[in-house]
């Protein structure tokens, strides 16, 4: 069974910059032939809300929200995936969750967690 870290969240003041990362131990899209790998976030209480996907050919996804704040990426190796959240708002205050799915088309709505999560605090 693969081993997964996130880490990268933090308090933050508005507009500035936080970069998250889930790095895991084995080939990110191997594990269970995964077709999608990305973040989503959930205030407790709240329904969780995919952010952003990036599929194994390298496409990306974004929520409205987030789209030209936030970009996803993964390493050269493919063993680690980055959510570089840039001009961050106070609404952007969650927990932020690694996550995957098998979904070819990378919808958002597909994912499912799979990181511990790690808190983003944004204050005005």
């Known amino acids: 069974q693969e081993s997964l870290v996130e880490s990268g969240g933090g308090s933050v003041q508005a507009g500035g910059s936080l970069r998250l990362s889930c790095t895991v131990s084995?080939?990110?899209?191997?594990?269970?032939?995964?077709?999608?790998m990305g973040w989503f976030r959930q205030v407790p209480g709240q329904e969780p809300e995919g952010v952003a996907g990036?599929?194994?050919?390298?496409?990306?996804y974004y929520s409205d929200s987030v789209r030209g704040r936030f970009t996803i990426s993964t390493d050269n190796n493919k063993r680690a995936l980055y959510l570089q959240m840039d001009n961050l708002k106070p609404e952007d205050t969650s927990v932020y969750y690694c996550a995957n799915s098998w979904d070819t088309g990378c919808s958002l709505g597909a994912l499912r967690k799979w990181g511990q999560g790690t808190q983003v605090t944004v204050s005005s």
């Open positions: 084995t080939v990110l899209y191997s594990v269970y032939s995964l077709q999608c």
């Open positions: 990036i599929d194994k050919h390298g496409s990306t």
